[in-house]
């Protein structure tokens, strides 16, 4: 398909620009990535410099950073799921429900107890926040479920 002189027009105004994709023009033209990117080498025009391709470090970081700052309430809201979701699992397979009061009402209530001689590494919630679930999982093995208040009554008789 020939192109127009309108839309040479147009490719020579938003081709080099930094705002609009390559997918937006293919989008606007109907034309193939190649099509596009051929007709404007043959015009002699160029893209500005992509910014994930930036080979400068410190703009690079300032953009990582940007980029941080805008996605970081998403990606920790996906890091609380995920997080929930391994918890949940780790609970079911210690039996869904505290051991000595049966309490299975909210996850945030129940407390993975280690077991006496299990050889505790760390709490199970220790490794479940920083996202080594392997580690979690193996750890979680070692415990039983409690619910806080059971947790909490145990502790205390072991103190006094
Ligand atoms: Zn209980």
Known sequence: MKWTNKQ?????????????????????????????????SRMDLRRP??????????LRKKYDREWFQKNKERLFKMRK??????KI????LLGG???????NKCISELD?????NKGKEDNVSFFLYRGYLKKAKKEAKKCI????????????????
């Open 145 to 160: 479920l409690l619910c806080s208040n059971c947790h909490r009554e145990l502790h205390w008789d072991r103190k006094y």
């Open 97 to 103: 429900k505290c051991n000595k009061c049966g309490y």
């Open 89 to 92: 699992e780790l609970i079911n």
């Open 8 to 40: 040479v027009m147009d490719l020579k105004k938003l081709y080099p620009r930094e705002d609009i994709t390559i997918s937006d023009l293919m989008k606007k033209f109907d034309r193939t990535k190649r099509a596009i990117c051929h007709k404007a």
């Open 112 to 116: 993975f107890h280690h077991k006496k």
């Open 81 to 86: 799921e995920r997080q929930k979701k391994i």
């Open 49 to 58: 410099k992509s910014k994930k391709s930036s080979r400068d470090k410190g």
